[in-house]
């Protein structure tokens, strides 16, 4: 659709952003169409998304400058909201969804790539909030998704300097899991997205909202959280199958078997 690709692969699901010609700099019908693929995953089939951009060379260049260029104050507030509900979205989405980037995630592009579950990147990839080199401050969450990621220090230090650091520093900073060759990008995290559709979907779901959930809140609430998560797995095919598949390999070992999880 527009310039958000959408294929499903299986269990998995590749949504690309594709505006190539632009660097996939997000402007607002980007991040309509964006909206749109993300309310049109079938969370029933597909048990884990992955988030990349066309072509080798950039990932997401940031928010459209020219769209921006001449927002009103009301304007940019609403633009900031449109990309921070939909961001948002990302970092709610019931299923994990693993940035795949591919080359420059700069200001927006960092941002969204933090609204993931988590990154890995290509050896060309570039990360940066230049916002204050263009007089404005990141306007997608990076102010507060950047501290909440790799520190505080290094997020003021990152954000007051606009400064770009490459895929190794990302790397030392914990911004990113994982380097790996351009070519090899994608095939890591499909693997990476198929591994954790192997497991429960039920129980990985449960384990992203408890960790999403438990880090807005006290230790303690945190913890209440958890427990509720945790009990809500024992209504499930999933958590019975699992212990029982377990048992029965305790008991004789010739009975093992693949546990086919059934989101259920
Ligand atoms: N916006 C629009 N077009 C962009 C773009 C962007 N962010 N980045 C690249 N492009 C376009 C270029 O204009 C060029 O288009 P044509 O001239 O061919 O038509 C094409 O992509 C190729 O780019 P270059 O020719 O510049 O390619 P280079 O290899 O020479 O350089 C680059 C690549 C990534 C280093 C360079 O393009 C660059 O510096 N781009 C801008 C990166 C940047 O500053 N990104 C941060 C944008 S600011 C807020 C909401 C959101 C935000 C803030 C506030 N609120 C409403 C409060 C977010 C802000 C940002 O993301």
Known sequence: MGFVDYEVK??????????????NALNSEVLDDLEKVFDGVDVNTVRCLILTGAGEKSFVAG??????????KAEGEAFGKK???IFRKIETFPIPVIAAIN???LGGGCEISMSCDFRICSENAMFGQPEVGLGITPGFGGTQRLART?????AKQLIYTARNIDATEALRIGLVN????????MATAEKLASTIAGNA????????????????????????IEEKLFGSCFESYDQREGMANFLRKKDDPAKVKHVDFKNE
């Open 201 to 224: 979907p039920i129980a990985v779901r449960a384990c992203k909202k408890a960790i999403n959930d438990g880090l807005q809140t006290n230790i303690d609430d945190a913890l209440v």
């Open 178 to 185: 994982q380097v790996v060759p351009q070519a090899d990008l």
């Open 150 to 154: 790799v520190g505080v220090g290094m």
């Open 10 to 23: 299986g269990n998995i699901a590749v949504i690309t952003i594709n505006r190539e010609k632009a660097l």
């Open 103 to 105: 080359g420059f995630a």
């Open 63 to 72: 928010a459209d400058i020219g769209e921006m260029s001449t927002l009103t």
């Open 83 to 85: 990309g921070n509900d």
